[in-house]
């Protein structure tokens, strides 16, 4: 088939940088080259027994049929319980709809809501995700520049500039992929002040990280500062990170019960209802013990801690402690302009990422994938033992450089 049968809209995104990485990393494991892979976002755990185990009552149930299309009533009771419990929100049954994963939630608001050439705000560093996905729905992604100087995050005034009578949306991720940056009460509070004067923008909160923190704070909500924004507001959040269950494809999607009508009807037309059996377990995480979440925190924690103190170790890297999610966003602008033995000036962070895998095998993210370099990023969400051994091939990578 030629390119050309592709829809515009299609050809216009392009594969997640950080899959490619990792696809090139396990190329170079193959070829018997030794790799230490820090790309992949996901934890390391297994997900917690409890929570097989009720997939395996479910399946055992005969809970392996179509379920409701926003998801089972106790997979949404689990969901309004949680977002009623841990953020102070409320929400009714049709105001909420459970996706495969959090990234389908996000994908088919945007969907249902992007005119042609709509724009949608996104504070940069972004995950990798977000513009590709309004690429894809033929909006307009407008990335606004967060420099590590306001804890990349998005203030007011950038806000206030960024708004066009055409913004649909702004995308706010708290703790933020790639930084962990998280906003605070009083940090919403002035954005929501910019927001109050222009109704035209709704408000997509990604709060996947909301509990992988490392500074003993709870992440507030957008919504619990604000809450005159609530019906213009969409919650997104899912069960991957918190619970170790990336695999179970389960995200979900709570706001105005129009906007969430909308996406079960295009969800009834395209994906059909999430898995049966992953909303069962999904019901029980939210439900069930949290034991896990504190000591999975308690472990990212000892392992930011402990690459933190590695990488600031290395002449030409710099990297500020990230409040939250599991990764470190590292300045690289030291070692740019440098020369490999081989004899190549590395003149962006795309060529640090590249030299690193390509001499001592270590697999990071280049900066340029998230909007905001020179940086790169490293997942923590792996063994102490695995960064130990990443962090000392990084530094004598670095040692080499000329
Ligand atoms: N939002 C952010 C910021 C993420 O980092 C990810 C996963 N990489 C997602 C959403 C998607 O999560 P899910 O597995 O639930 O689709």
């Keep these: 088939m030629t390119l050309s049968r592709i ?32 790309v992949v976002g996901e934890p390391d755990f297994d997900t917690p027994p409890h929570i097989r185990q009720a997939a395996a009552a479910a399946i055992e149930k005969g809970a392996t049929r179509y379920t409701l299309m926003a998801g089972t009533v106790e997979l949404r009771q689990a969901i309004a319980a ?20 959090a990234k389908s939630a996000i994908y088919n608001a945007l969907a249902v809501t992007l005119e042609p050439d709509d724009e949608v705000i996104i504070p940069a560093p972004y995950w990798v995700s977000y513009p590709d996905m309004v690429l894809a729905c033929e909006g307009t992604p407008v990335t606004v520049a967060c420099p590590e ?23 706010i991720n708290s703790p ?25 923008v709704m408000v997509m909160t990604d709060d996947i990280y909301e509990h992988i923190r490392f500074d003993g704070q709870a992440t507030p909500h957008l919504l619990a500062v604000a809450p005159a924004l609530r019906e213009r507001t969409l919650v997104i959040n899912g069960v991957s990170k918190t619970y170790a269950m990336t695999g179970w494809r389960i995200g979900y ?12 009807t295009l969800l009834s037309q395209s994906t059909g209802n999430c898995c ?6 999904a019901a029980a995480a939210l439900d069930g013990s949290q034991d896990f979440v504190a000591e999975s925190v308690a472990i990212y924690k000892q392992r930011r801690d402990r690459t933190l103190a590695l990488i600031n170790d290395i002449p030409g890297l710099h990297c500020s402690p990230p409040p939250g999610a599991f990764y470190l966003y590292i300045h690289c602008g030291g070692l740019i302009g440098k020369t490999t ?30 909007g905001l370099s020179p940086y790169f990023r490293l997942s923590i969400a792996t063994s102490i033992e695995t960064l130990e051994e990443g962090c000392a091939r990084i530094a004598r990578a670095a040692a080499a450089l000329r």
């Design 276 to 281: 049966s059996v992953s909303q069962a377990a």
């Design 82 to 101: 949680k977002l009623e419990r841990e953020n102070g929100l409320r929400y009714a049954m049709n105001e909420i709809i459970a996706t495969s994963g």
């Design 149 to 171: 100087a306001n804890g990349f995050k998005l203030t007011p005034a950038q806000l206030e500039a960024a708004i066009t009578p055409r913004t649909r949306w702004l995308l």
């Design 341 to 370: 033995p081989e004899g190549k000036r590395l003149d962006q962070d795309g060529d640090v990422v590249m030299y690193l895998l390509e001499s001592e095998g270590v697999a990071v993210v280049a900066g340029t994938a998230y």
């Design 7 to 38: 829809a515009a809209r299609v050809r216009r995104i392009k594969p997640s940088p950080s899959t490619s990485a990792a696809d090139r990393a396990n190329e170079l494991r193959r070829q018997g080259k030794s790799i230490v892979n820090l």
């Design 253 to 264: 999607a709570a706001g105005p019960a129009d906007l969430v009508q909308a996406m079960d």
């Design 176 to 200: 933020s992929n790639p930084t962990g940056a998280s906003y605070t009460a009083g940090e919403y509070r002035a954005l929501a002040e910019v927001l109050q004067r222009h109704r035209q």
